[in-house]
């Protein structure tokens, strides 16, 4: 499994949970950050907590997957949060040892396979 962590502008968000949804994406995550990536100044990182808040926003989305939906999904992905200019964003493609659902303890891939209901009941 895999842990693909993308953080990508605010307003490219519907277009990558459309992709990310129409490529197959067993489950979304969506949370809005502070960023301050490499165009901004040092200066930045020395700034109080209320002037932090001043820095853009942007949207981290998470998404785990069986290792056979990787590509599929990051090029979902990668195509949807494009526009061309700086601060487009970052993608994290890491391992993900173990999923385990907390309210049944079943274990991935049951526990991020789709077609299984909030029962642990096939739906397909």
């Not at 067993?26 to 907590?49: H, M």
């Not at 494009?82 to 493609?93: A, Y």
């Amino acid at each position: 499994m895999k842990l693909l962590k993308a953080f990508i502008r605010t307003t490219k968000v519907d277009d990558a949970i459309s992709a990310l949804r129409a490529a197959g994406a067993p489950g979304i995550t969506i949370t809005q950050v502070n960023g301050v990536g490499y165009g901004y100044e040092p200066l930045l990182f020395t700034l109080a907590p209320s002037e932090i808040r001043k820095t853009p926003k942007v949207a981290k989305i998470e998404v785990v997957c069986d290792d056979d939906c990787v590509e599929r999904l990051l090029s979902a992905l990668l195509e949807a949060a494009h526009t061309g200019f700086s601060g487009d964003g970052i993608v994290f493609v890491t391992p993900v040892e173990r999923a385990i659902k907390i309210r049944t303890g079943s274990e991935a891939p049951a526990s991020l396979d789709p077609s299984i209901n909030h029962n642990g009941r096939k739906t397909s």
